[in-house]
């Protein structure tokens, strides 16, 4: 069993619903749905995981600590950050797959990312060296290779980059069919103002390894 840390709008939230219905699924209740586009195979990964942004990477809990404690401590996170506006979100290109990200840099959002990282460090349990492995390290620089073996990640702090993915791996060739039906289906929430105002803590729980919203909140005002 793994947990994160993520942003994701509230249940109701008009991007929430959108999200849902590109993904097929929605993280807060596990309900999955049938996808209207034709693009079903190229959303199984940003299915499994839920619609959200990292703030801090999924990681099992250290031993000796359990469920209520990192519920805890979350809590007390979220009234300790405060909620915010990113002036736009956009559609954007990440290497090969396509997410939603803020249009214009955010020392906020940096902020709300950075302190995550440092708050449920504690929890976190060493990564095995199959873990370290599947991230791929050859690939990586050498400032995000010490990320990944001091913070379990390698996109933390000055590598962080806010973004809500919205699809894997896309092939070139399908790339502007996808951005195209992307940018329609998404197209309310683009060049608008974004309130950064919950997070919730995610938990990889079935056999599928779907992540599911375990406990959600507000951030301070």
């Not at 805890?72 to 996170?77: E, V």
């Not at 050859?138 to 962080?160: C, H, I, M, T």
Request: contains cysteine.
């Amino acid at each position: 069993m793994r947990y994160a840390i993520y942003y994701t709008p509230p249940a109701d939230h008009p991007l929430t619903l959108a999200a849902a219905a590109w993904l097929g699924r929605n993280a807060f209740d596990g309900s999955v749905t049938p996808v209207k586009h034709a693009f079903d195979d190229l959303v199984q990964a940003p299915r499994r995981y839920g619609f959200h942004a990292t703030l801090k990477a999924p990681f099992s809990l250290k031993a000796g600590y359990g469920a209520d404690d990192l519920a805890d401590r979350f809590g007390i996170f979220c009234m300790e950050n405060r909620g915010f506006t990113l002036p736009a979100l956009k559609l954007a290109r990440i290497g090969s797959f396509l997410a939603l990200v803020n249009a214009e840099a955010s020392s906020e959002l940096d902020r709300l990312s950075s302190n995550a990282v440092e708050a449920f460090e504690p929890f976190r349990a060493a990564l095995s060296d199959e873990d370290i492995a599947r991230r791929n390290p050859q690939s990586l620089s050498p400032q995000q290779r010490a990320y990944l073996e001091k913070w379990g990640y390698p996109y933390v702090f000055d590598e962080f980059r806010f973004h809500m993915t919205l699809t894997g791996p896309v092939p070139d060739a399908r790339m502007n069919a996808v951005e195209e039906a992307l940018l329609a289906h998404f197209g309310d929430h683009l060049g608008k103002p974004h309130d950064i105002e919950t997070c919730a803590v995610f938990v990889e729980r079935d056999q599928d390894r779907h992540f599911v919203i375990d406990t959600f909140s507000r951030l301070a005002k």
